[in-house]
């Protein structure tokens, strides 16, 4: 039986991904001292974890089409919504 | 033009059948859910805010990083390994996936253990959930999805268990192995949009 991979190499590019997000929305953060822009990016940092955690962690990336674009959606949504209340709240 | 219009359709339940919801639909129903309702608790956050934005400001930075950065990569690390355990088990080798478990666990022990500190360190300074509307939020964000980890811990808790003897995942089993994971990733990708909007933008 061939030996299977137990992290795959996209796990892994994912994951080292997500760290280095996680470090780089403090710094962006600290630089900008609440700047709205930085919030909006920060923001959209944050979509893109969790696109990344539900395609690659979650197996949604090889789920039916359906489920994927539901959860695709949730993620656009949620930089959309949060950044547009940021800003024009 | 017969081929292709025999061959089409097969092609397309080929990839159908390839296309595997993890865990099973009623899950995800479930996950999407709590999904929807933290957002709705992100809006509300932000709502918040617009009406005192420099009181907001303030609390936040007066928040330290250090631990909900620590918890961040915590939580992360937690995540691969459940992604590892869920092979480790699909791949038969349900010894090594169950002791991946139990360090998923401890992942989830220690990221409650630290979230504790933070809470008697905020109070014990005076910035306990009575004191603005940012602190309070704070305590109902973190404390909802605290709660979320303590749950996790204890799904995890039966996946360590039930990979300690050989494990056929098909049917029911496979549902909830990887329902059991999508469940623990939740818990990951609520923290991704909490940490940052709670700790570095509200």
């Known amino acids: 039986m061939a030996s299977k991979q137990l992290l795959p190499t996209r796990v892994i590019v994912t994951w080292v991904i997500l760290v280095l997000a996680a470090v780089v929305g403090p710094l962006?953060?600290?630089?900008?001292?609440?700047?709205?822009?930085?919030?909006?990016?920060?923001?959209?940092?944050?979509?893109?974890k969790v696109r990344l955690v539900g395609l690659d962690f979650m197996e949604l990336r090889h789920a039916p089409r359906a489920l994927r674009g539901?959860?695709?959606?949730?993620?656009?949504?949620?930089?959309?919504?949060?950044?547009?209340l940021f800003v024009f709240l | 033009m017969t081929s292709d219009v025999d061959t089409a359709p097969d092609a397309r339940v080929e990839e159908r059948s390839a296309r595997a919801i993890p865990g099973e639909p009623g899950l995800w129903v479930f996950l999407l859910g709590d999904m929807v309702v933290f957002g709705i608790f992100f809006v509300s956050f932000l709502v918040e805010r617009a009406k005192d934005p420099e009181a907001f400001e303030a609390s936040r930075e007066a928040l330290g990083l250090t631990i909900g950065l620590t918890n961040t990569m915590v939580l992360l690390t937690s995540s691969l390994l459940v992604v590892l355990g869920l092979n480790a088990v699909?791949?038969?080798?349900?010894?090594?996936?169950?002791?991946?478990?139990?360090?998923a666990m401890g992942c989830g022990l220690l990221f409650a253990g630290l979230k504790t500190v933070e809470y008697m360190h905020m109070i014990g300074s005076?910035?306990?959930?009575?004191?603005?509307?940012?602190?309070?939020?704070?305590?109902?964000?973190?404390?909802?999805?605290?709660?979320?980890?303590v749950?996790?811990?204890?799904?995890?808790?039966?996946?360590?268990?039930?990979?300690?003897?050989?494990?056929?995942?098909?049917?029911?089993?496979?549902?909830?192995?990887?329902?059991?994971?999508?469940?623990?990733?939740?818990?990951?990708?609520?923290?991704m949009v909490l940490f940052p909007l709670v700790y570095l933008v509200g």
Not at chain 1, 28 to 48: F, Q
Not at chain 2, 135 to 140: C, E, R, S, V
């Open chain 2, 90 to 103: 699909r791949a038969g080798r349900h010894t090594i996936g169950s002791r991946i478990f139990a360090a």
């Open chain 1, 28 to 48: 962006l953060s600290a630089e900008s001292h609440g700047g709205t822009v930085a919030a909006v990016v920060v923001l959209g940092i944050a979509a893109v």
């Open chain 2, 151 to 191: 749950i996790g811990v204890g799904v995890l808790g039966v996946l360590f268990t039930r990979a300690r003897r050989p494990v056929d995942l098909t049917g029911s089993k496979r549902a909830v192995f990887e329902g059991g994971t999508c469940y623990w990733h939740l818990v990951d990708l609520l923290w």
């Open chain 1, 70 to 84: 539901v959860f695709e959606l949730y993620c656009v949504a949620l930089w959309v919504v949060l950044s547009g």
């Open chain 2, 126 to 149: 005076g910035h306990g959930p009575d004191v603005n509307a940012y602190y309070m939020w704070f305590f109902i964000l973190t404390g909802t999805h605290l709660f979320h980890v």
